[in-house]
């Protein structure tokens, strides 16, 4: 089975992404996996509150995935799995990729104002050449009746 790989964060282009790879997924039998990415520098206190700040993060990540997953399940029949990893968000989105051999698309959200597509879409297409996948970037600003025409 092919995977969709999303990245799920707290940006506004996340949305159309999640929508994208669900009906994706749901029209070519596919699945969609949901990856987060815990940046390593939101723990650098005291062992004890660094555990603590970690765990928040992690309910954080359930809950909103949670949203998503509610959606994908109700409206297009998809199970998301949902995956976190702890590091920098590109390194850890390719060591992803590469320990999952069923993720066939990366689906990113790109932003849609005056600052670019956004950190992720602008690092991760200037390798792209090298990743093992094909990257699918979904414009912020397409509106949820031109997305389900796309798909």
């Known amino acids: 089975m092919r995977k969709f790989l999303v990245v799920l964060d ?3 282009e996340c949305l159309n992404a999640m929508r994208f790879a669900a009906m994706r997924a749901a029209k070519t039998g596919g699945g969609v996996e949901i990856l987060s990415v815990i940046p390593p520098d939101e ?3 005291w062992i004890g509150v660094g555990e603590v700040m970690r765990e928040e993060a992690r309910e954080r990540i359930h809950a909103h995935f949670e949203v998503f997953a509610k959606w994908m399940r109700d409206r297009q029949g998809i199970e998301p799995k949902l995956v976190i990893r702890e590091g920098e968000a590109v ?3 390719i060591a992803q990729i590469e320990s999952d051999t069923e993720i066939g698309v990366l689906v990113l959200g790109a932003g849609d104002d ?5 950190p992720l879409v602008t690092q991760l297409s200037r390798s792209s050449g090298s990743l093992p996948v094909p990257i699918t970037i979904v414009p912020g600003d397409l509106s ?8």
């Open 43 to 45: 723990f650098n206190h």
């Open 10 to 12: 707290d940006s506004r």
């Open 91 to 93: 390194p850890e989105i």
């Open 114 to 118: 005056r600052k670019g597509p956004g």
């Open 144 to 151: 949820k009746e031109k997305l389900e025409a796309i798909t």
